[in-house]
T-cell receptor, first 109, second 112 residues
Framework: KNEVEQSPQNLTAQEGEFITINCSYSVGISALHWLQQHPGGGIVSLFMLSSGKKKHGRLIATINIQEKHSSLHITASHPRDSAVYIC???????????FGTGTSLTVIP | DVKVTQSSRYLVKRTGEKVFLECVQD?????MFWYRQDPGLGLRLIYFSYDVKMKEKGDIPEGYSVSREKKERFSLILESASTNQTSMYLC???????????FGPGTRLTVL
């Protein structure tokens, strides 16, 4: 049983499309993270949020605590957005982090 | 900028060898973590440390040990490497439990 589920697992989009990646979790959390991992590269933190919505450039992250769901949106997608996007949550009952298996995004020019 | 560095990007070892993976962070972070990442399984926590000489087991500690003698350095040790420990190993650090984690570039370990 995975505490964090992401969908879709793989996503291919045309450049310029609006993209949504979903994350659902089953534990109580104190924070949710969206991470980005480029092929062969390390992991970069995009957002950390515990409520509402955050925006950074073309990236928007939202969270609904009651529904235990978060979405990552990318507007006007670009080939350089091609990466694996990982959702992670920090449990509110200890120091545990739970990670989704990632969504592999490919943006075609 | 926070910098987390790992001793090697790629490593090839033989079954039974003792393997040391080192991680160093330069931002005086309290917490440090070791993960492994495998296709289809995502990131799994091996060990973490919230202070010097302190360590806690994660989800998959078997076959691994860790050492944190100094605040900035967290080492992962494979006492006797096995082929099922072939993986990408990622180190991370965070200021404390309430802040985001910063990741190193990863070490791709192959055990033959």
């Amino acid at each position: 049983k995975n505490e964090v589920e992401q969908s879709p697992q793989n996503l291919t989009a045309q450049e310029g499309e609006f993209i949504t990646i979903n994350c659902s979790y089953s534990v109580g959390i104190s924070a949710l993270h969206w991470l980005q991992q480029h092929p062969g590269g390390g992991i970069v933190s995009l957002f950390m949020l515990s409520s509402g919505k955050k925006k950074h450039g073309r990236l928007i992250a939202t969270i609904n605590i009651q529904e235990k769901h978060s979405s990552l949106h990318i507007t006007a997608s670009h080939p350089r957005d091609s990466a694996v996007y990982i959702c992670a949550v920090r449990s509110n009952t200890g120091n545990q982090f739970y990670f989704g298996t990632g969504t592999s995004l490919t943006v075609i020019p | 900028d926070v910098k987390v560095t790992q001793s090697s990007r790629y490593l090839v070892k033989r079954t039974g060898e003792k393997v040391f993976l080192e991680c160093v962070q330069d931002m005086d972070h309290e917490n440090m973590f070791w993960y492994r990442q495998d296709p289809g399984l995502g990131l799994r926590l091996i060990y973490f440390s919230y202070d010097v000489k302190m360590k806690e087991k994660g989800d998959i500690p078997e076959g691994y040990s860790v050492s944190r003698e100094k605040k900035e350095r967290f080492s992962l040790i494979l006492e006797s490497a096995s082929t099922n420990q072939t993986s990408m190993y990622l180190c991370a650090s965070s200021l404390d439990h309430y802040n985001e984690q910063f990741f190193g570039p990863g070490t791709r370990l192959t055990v033959l």
